[in-house]
Nanobody
Framework: VQLVESGGGSVQAGGSLKLSCAASGTGDGSELKCRAWFRQAPGEEREGVASIYYGDGSTYYANSVKGRSTISRDSAGNDVDLQIESLKSEDTAMYIC?????????????????????WGQGTQVTVS
């Protein structure tokens, strides 16, 4: 399964952005039981932003975006979106989607990049 992100760009502070992660290739996105968004700013470590567990649709968020972001999936389970509101300059980063075929709900909730096996190339978000 390949993951391809879209929706990045330049946004003014206070604005909103919707990022999409499409699954394609062999199999489909519904095979990935946990999907997540990470971000990495220059010189910084990769940070887990949000994840969604396909078992029951539970969602998890980093404190940095909690309350102003929403992760969701389409009915087929192939595409996962991340909506972020009230964007701040510190949200500027490369946003990367990830997935894993087999994982527990608790594992999905950790937002730990070490558990994910499928990664996209990323889409840049710049907030000014």
């Amino acid at each position: 399964v390949q993951l391809v992100e879209s929706g990045g760009g330049s946004v003014q502070a206070g604005g909103s952005l919707k990022l999409s992660c499409a699954a394609s290739g062999t199999g489909d996105g519904s095979e990935l039981k946990c999907r997540a968004w990470f971000r990495q700013a220059p010189g910084e470590e990769r940070e887990g932003v949000a994840s969604i567990y396909y078992g029951d649709g539970s969602t998890y968020y980093a404190n940095s975006v909690k309350g102003r972001s929403t992760i969701s999936r389409d009915s087929a389970g192939n595409d996962v979106d991340l909506q972020i509101e009230s964007l701040k300059s510190e949200d500027t980063a490369m946003y990367i989607c990830a997935g894993r075929h087999s994982v527990s709900q608790s594992g999905c909730a950790t937002l730990s990049d070490g558990i994910f096996t499928q990664w996209g190339q990323g889409t840049q978000v710049t907030v000014s």
